[in-house]
């Protein structure tokens, strides 16, 4: 069966605030904004393809409070994370900086979410409280960019690394093409 | 009429006195003497604030208020636009000073806080007017503009999201060379809401039993980060400005009630935990955060 790539979606948070909010603020702040902004994130989501990967792009976001990390960042997450979840989505924050990270630590932390990030330097990252079999098993299929389902043995063979790659795929922090069951980096997809 | 003499420092040392003295006031028509203050922070304008407007409220009158004489004074209080607040709480004795246009000394101006936009509008100027005294007063790192921004966002949002009542807030930074030897910025924000205890009652007040109250609500709060929201994501505001508050070797203090909780540094000699106030309607939080001027 031919796989079919996610569709790649890019949703520009700072000005997603000025449209959501009705506002001529840029910043991320308070919970009914960060409320608004989701909203707006899962309307956009819902007018994609299926499979989607979703590019959150924070560059333009000076601040970004705790609240709204809660709503934009893990309840974002968690609500596409169940089996229940509204689409089959994918997300991969960008424009993370430094004033970004604390509060974007400290919800998924709370959370006991993972999020992969894109720094400014353009590297990819896992922010929050992954285990470092799931660090490892990432940082494999990001090296890889592309594992072959035939080739899962070779990588992920020892059992801490299984229980890594198992975690990974739960939290949705890899893409496992549905036909073939390679696995693919999150990077190489918003990379087209 | 009833005279309420206020201390000649209305600071964040005294708010809890002046609250005091508002809840024991009598019946009856109030005059808050302040023609002896010669010193004033922003937690000393919140409180008065909320001393005068929880009289009036209960009162159902305007308490009057004698503006101080020392003639600094009244024209810091209206550059902190301590006088566009007071107008809508008090009636003022004598007509304030008119604030001068273009003053830039003032990190934020008592501002009412009703609305999720006011807390866009403050951390937009905060973001404006903070950079200079942060960085270049108070010795801070550029990234703790935003970092400081955050904290007034969360500490904001107090009110909204727990309250349920309108409040205020203001910051300013101050010399304080002979008790610290270094700048300090000061944070209040101040609130006629249900508080700590009434905020939490409905869904923690079980699992105490007869502990329940003030002081223990403050530390479910304070402390554990109960929130009365069972979303486990929230809670995390008072959280992370104790953290912060604590990076910077800060103060951080809320009354709520009868009882007052605080983060106390090795500089600051105030109680962790004082009970047996008066009671106060809503919260009232400052932040003492002091320069690394002196000591890194």
Not at chain 2, 76 to 82: K, L, W
């Amino acid at each position: 069966m031919a796989d079919r790539a996610p569709d790649p979606i890019r949703i520009d948070v700072g000005a997603l605030v000025q449209r959501s909010v009705a506002s001529l603020y840029a910043h991320l702040v308070t919970r009914p904004t960060g409320r608004a902004v989701r909203l707006a994130i899962e309307t956009q989501l819902a007018e994609a393809g299926e499979p989607t990967v979703s590019l959150i792009d924070l560059t333009e976001v000076t601040i970004l409070d705790f609240s709204c990390a809660d709503e934009v960042v893990a309840k974002l997450l968690q609500r596409f994370l169940g089996a229940d979840r509204p689409r089959n989505a994918f997300f991969v924050f960008r424009g993370v900086q430094v004033r970004h990270r604390d509060p974007m630590e400290a919800v998924l932390e709370r959370q006991s979410l993972v999020a992969v990030a894109q720094r400014e330097d353009g590297g990819f990252e896992l922010l929050g409280p992954a285990t470092p079999a799931e660090r490892d098993a990432w940082h494999r299929v990001e090296r890889a960019g592309r594992i072959p389902s035939d080739g899962r043995d070779h990588h992920f063979g020892d059992p801490n690394l299984s229980s890594g790659l198992a975690g990974i795929l739960s939290r949705r922090l890899v893409f496992e093409a549905p036909g073939s069951g390679d696995l693919v980096a999150l990077s190489r997809l918003v990379h087209g | 009429m009833n005279v309420l003499a206020l201390p000649s420092s209305l600071d964040h040392r005294s708010v809890d006195d002046v609250l005091d003295a508002a809840a024991r006031a009598p019946d009856g028509r109030i005059l808050f003497d302040a023609r002896h203050v010669r010193w004033v922070d922003p937690a000393g304008m919140l409180g008065l604030l909320s001393g005068g407007r929880f009289l009036r409220d209960r009162n159902g009158v305007a308490p009057r208020l004698q503006l101080p004489e020392h003639a600094d004074v009244p024209g810091y209080m209206a550059r902190m636009g301590f006088f566009r607040a007071a107008e809508e709480v008090f009636e003022l004795d004598q007509r304030p000073p008119r604030r001068a246009k273009g003053d830039t000394d003032v990190l934020l101006e008592v501002t009412p806080i009703t609305t999720n936009s006011d807390v866009h509008e403050v951390v937009d100027r905060v973001q404006r007017s903070a950079g200079t005294i942060l960085t270049r007063t108070l010795h801070y790192p550029m990234t703790a503009v935003v970092q400081f921004s955050v904290i007034l966002s969360e500490v904001c949002q107090n009110i909204l999201e727990h309250a349920e009542a309108p409040g205020w807030v203001s910051a300013q930074a101050y010399n304080w060379q002979k008790r610290l030897g270094r700048h300090v910025l000061i944070v209040a924000v101040s609130d006629l809401g249900r508080g700590f205890r009434g905020s939490l009652a409905d869904e923690h007040s079980a699992r105490f039993g007869d502990r329940w109250g003030d002081a223990t609500a403050l530390e479910a709060a304070f402390i554990h980060g109960l929130t009365r929201f069972p979303d486990t994501g929230r809670g995390q505001g008072i959280q992370q400005m104790r953290k912060q508050v604590r990076k910077w070797n800060g103060a951080i203090a809320i009354r709520s009630g009868t009882a007052r909780i605080a983060d106390v540094p090795d500089w600051d000699d105030s109680p962790p935990l004082r009970e047996g106030m008066a009671s106060f309607p809503g919260a009232h939080i400052h932040l003492l955060l002091p320069g690394m001027d002196a000591h890194g």
